[in-house]
Every structure is written in structure tokens, then in C-alpha cells.
């Protein structure tokens, strides 16, 4: 049963708080007293964490027909204890940061009842949870994403390594691992020591650098320096494998999403790659998001609010989705590369009057919106132009114009071109 007021606020009769741990939880079921009208009474129970005693757990709300269950996001301790209510309840699953109990009187049963009357009373809202595919999907791509990191700090390790022979190869070549990198190093590990057959060994653009990496390479390169070489080699080498298998698993998971991928690819700097994560961490489903600044906020792409007896101060952006903050990081630092773009002229905009950090996170933000429509019209991506904003008000381009030529001490004088006939 709901119960709406006068302003429209949901506030359920009978709701239930769940405090969870890793051994056990608390559950606060908070009812409508029957012997004092318009009070309430709490029956508070300790259930483990095994799935047997979160089977009873679900058998005990059921029993008392709560309406809404609250629990937190405590650590990743809520996961079966949330997939297995779902079923059968109305959860919802809070950001810990939103619900802090009274200092000083913090038990588990009193957060448990204090879950209870936030939820009662619909002081919360609950985080989204996809479905088991995504969820999936966000396992795989997160995981993809850890390897990623580490064999680049594999390589790191690699370039440390050669440093400690004097060898300045990644002076000269950007990547240590590619084709020139590659055969250069298997042929130190080999016992080649001959700078002059070593760069050689270059192929494509490095073989114009050849002169560069005969004196780079002239260096004491140990037997101990070919085993940490070939050590890290290998390492990365079965990072490699890991992430193709990741690779093809996701690639079955999104076969059925072509067409989202492909127009998330459209937009610049995301490729398929970030396509997916996109894909992963959304849901692809826009109709869980309002609007275009629904998905901004929650992916934590814009300014938040701080207001206080009619003053705004500043206010930071929130914490968001880390994973998709990431992915829009490189997309508009890509994005900004085209200098003839729209986001190339918005970031020099925002730039010349906030700096450059706000600046890109305001590309981010405008990157989040698009994603949106993108994801929500199923449509690709068009750029507007780097004539956008001149287009959209060209008096202020006029007087933009007007007094730069003034600050060099000349007069300008606008005419119409002529009309074609």
C-alpha cells in the first residue's frame, strides 16, 4: 500500500532497512502500530550472509509485506543479498555518502531503522542496477580495463629496466614494444651487442632514425638485463592473450548492439573500445535517464550545486561513474586535437576565461549529452562546426572582430557579399 500527501511525495507503510556486513546483517521492519493510530513499530532481526540465510531473509519480508526495502552499497556485500530480493521485493540500493546516522547514537540496528524511515518517507532515491547481461558485460570490461593498465606498467618496468644499461631506445622510438622496439630487444636478449646490426633491425619511419639508434644503443647490456627483459616480455605477452580473450567474450555480449557501437563510434575520440564501456556502464538504455543532464550528472561530467542563503558558491563536480569520466577524459582530449571542430572552439572558449582543467570538463559534459542523443534517437554523431557559435550570434563575432582591429589601430567595416544572379 502507498500513501501520497498533498505534495505528491510516495511514502510506504511498510518499509524495511537492511544494515549489511560481511558476516551478517540487521533488518528493521517498520510498520503501522496497531494499538497507537498514527505511530509506528519496529521489529528488528539478525540474519546471516550465507544465500540460505538470505533465502529466510526474503521469506521474513515477504511474511511482513514490507513495500520498499533500502539497503546501502556496502562495499560488494550487498550484490546477493540484492540479486536474490529483486525478485521478489521493491529494493533500493543508496549511496552510502547520502545516509549518515546521528553521531554518537550509531548502532547496526539504528541504522538499520534509520534505513527503514528514509526509505518510508522517500528521502532516497535508488542507485541503478542493470540487468544480469550488463552487469555481466561491466565485469568484462572493467576487468579488461585493470589488464590494460597493468601491461602498460609491464612496459614501464621494460623502458626502467633498459635505462639501467644507458640504452636511450625509447628516446628515439615511441614505443618500445612495436615491431622496431620488439626485434631490437629479442636480438639484446639473443647476445647481439653490436650497435650498428641492432639499428639495423629498424623498420618503416625508425629506419630514418638509424644514426639516432646506433648511438642510443651503445650501452652495457648484461645477461641480467636479458633475463628482466625477457621476464617482462613474457608478462606482457600474457597480458596480451588475457585481454584478446576479454576481447572476443565481449564481443559476443554486444553482438546484438551493432548498431549502438557503431554510432558511439562515430563520436570523436571513442572507438569501439570505449564504445563498449559506454554500452557497459549506461545500459545503452536512455530511458532510464530524464534527459541528455541526467546522464551528465550521474556520470559526474558537470558542476555541482552549493547554495547557501542565496549565495552559489562553487561547487565541484561529484564523483560519478570513475570508469566513464575516464573514457570522456581521453575522448575530449582526442576531441581537442581537431582544432577546426566544434569542441575544439567550445574548449578555446571556456579556456581563455576558466582555465583549461574546467574547460575539458566542459567538452566531457558536452561529450556526456551527446552520448545521450547518440544512445537515445539511435542516430550517429554530426559535429556542428567550428562556425557554430559565429553562426549562432554573429553580432558578437562582429564586435569580437571590430575590437581586436582596434587594438592594432585600424578601423573595419562590415558589407554584405553580393547575391549571386
Known amino acids: ?34 494499538d497507537r493510530p498514527g505511530r509506528w513499530s519496529l521489529e528488528t532481526e539478525r540474519f546471516g550472509t550465507t544465500p540460505g540465510d538470505i533465502r529466510r531473509l526474503l521469506t521474513w519480508l515477504v511474511e511482513r509485506q514490507v513495500e520498499v526495502v533500502v539497503l546501502e552499497a556496502t562495499s560488494d556485500y550487498w550484490r546477493f543479498v540484492y540479486y536474490t530480493l529483486q525478485e521478489r521485493l521493491h529494493l533500493m ?15 547496526d540496528p539504528s541504522d538499520a531503522a534509520f534505513l527503514a524511515r528514509a526509505g518510508a518517507s522517500g528521502m532516497v532515491l535508488g542507485s541503478l542496477v542493470p540487468d544480469r547481461r550488463i552487469r555481466e558485460l ?11 593498465v597493468a601491461r602498460g606498467q609491464e612496459i614501464q618496468r ?26 631490437i630487444i629479442d636480438a639484446l636478449i639473443a647476445g647481439e651487442r653490436d650497435p650498428q646490426v641492432l639499428a639495423g633491425l629498424a623498420v618503416g619511419r625508425a629506419r630514418k632514425k638509424t644514426l639516432d639508434l646506433v648511438a642510443a644503443l651503445d650501452g652495457p647490456f648484461t645477461d641480467h638485463h636479458g633475463w628482466m627483459c625477457r621476464h617482462y616480455l613474457d608478462q606482457i605477452e600474457h597480458l ?13 555480449l554486444t553482438a546484438g548492439h ?8 562515430s563520436l570523436p575520440g571513442v572507438g ?3 564504445a563498449e564501456v559506454i554500452l557497459a556502464e549506461t545500459g545503452g538504455d536512455m530511458t532510464r535517464f530524464a534527459t541528455a543532464g541526467h546522464l551528465a550528472s550521474w556520470i559526474g561530467v558537470c558542476p555541482g550545486m552549493n547554495e547557501s542563503a542565496g549565495v552559489t558558491m562553487s561547487g565541484r563536480t561529484r564523483s560519478g561513474n570513475a570508469n566513464l569520466k575516464r573514457i570522456l577524459g581521453v575522448a575530449a582530449l582526442a576531441a581537442l586535437r581537431d ?16 582555465g583549461g582543467k574546467k574547460a575539458l570538463v566542459a567538452v566531457m559534459h558536452k561529450l556526456a549529452i551527446a552520448i545521450w542523443h547518440v544512445l537515445h534517437d539511435k542516430t550517429t554523431f554530426t559535429d556542428l562546426g567550428a562556425d557554430y557559435f559565429t553562426k549562432r550570434d554573429p553580432e558578437r563575432a562582429m564586435k569580437r572582430m571590430i575590437r581586436e582591429a582596434n587594438s592594432l589601430g585600424l578601423t573595419v567595416r562590415f558589407d554584405p557579399l553580393p547575391q549571386a544572379s
Open 93 to 107: 540500493l543508496v549511496n552510502p555518502a547520502h545516509l549518515r546516522g546521528i553521531r554518537g547514537r550509531k548502532t
Open 240 to 252: 596480451d592473450r588475457l585481454v584478446g580473450q576479454l576481447d572476443q567474450r565481449i564481443a559476443d
Open 272 to 274: 569501439r573500445r570505449a
Open 1 to 34: 500500500m502507498v500513501r501520497r500527501d498533498a505534495d505528491e511525495e510516495v511514502i510506504y507503510l511498510r518499509a524495511a532497512g537492511l544494515d549489511l556486513g560481511k558476516r551478517f546483517l540487521v533488518a528493521c521492519v517498520r510498520t503501522p502500530s496497531a
Open 339 to 354: 582544432r577546426n571542430s566544434y569542441y575544439g572552439v567550445y574548449y578555446r572558449r571556456i579556456a581563455a576565461r576558466r
Open 258 to 265: 551493432d548498431d549502438d557501437i557503431g554510432n558511439l563510434d
Open 158 to 183: 621494460l623502458e626502467k629496466e633498459l635505462e639501467d644499461t644507458g640504452m636511450k631506445l625509447t628516446s628515439v622510438i615511441t614505443n618500445v614494444v612495436g615491431t622496431t622496439g620488439r626485434a
Open 138 to 148: 561491466r565485469d568484462l570490461t572493467r576487468r579488461r580495463t585493470e589488464l590494460t
